[in-house]
């Protein structure tokens, strides 16, 4: 038994949490927030049998695109109402994938 932990952008986790539903994962699901960009995210927790762990990571993998966004270098309010903040291209989206080994799990 595994447990799958995948980050993903908020803006992917409707097709992310329908894409698994619909490939038979039992999802949970918890908005969470990064430490980088410090927008939201959502944390997918998903319980598996060894055999099917390649098989959600694909469905994850098609579902959680990578993209480019506009972001300020400073945020404004650092730098006063006037500053105009320089904008630049980061790469977002895609999912971060944990695979933790399950030594018990019971379902009450």
Aim: glycine share 8%; aromatic share 8%.
């Amino acid at each position: 038994m595994k447990l799958i932990i995948a980050i993903v952008n908020n803006d992917d986790s409707s097709t992310v949490q329908s894409a698994l539903t619909e490939g038979g994962f039992f999802v949970t699901k918890l908005a969470t927030s990064g430490g980088f960009l410090m927008k939201g995210n959502t944390t997918f927790f998903v319980g598996t049998n060894d055999d099917k762990v390649d098989s959600a990571i694909e469905i994850i993998k098609a579902n959680a695109k990578k993209r480019v966004e506009k972001e300020p270098t400073v945020p404004p309010t650092e730098m006063g109402e006037f500053f105009t903040p320089i904008m630049v291209d980061v790469l977002v989206g895609g999912a971060t994938v944990f695979v933790v080994d399950v030594d018990r799990f019971e379902k009450i």
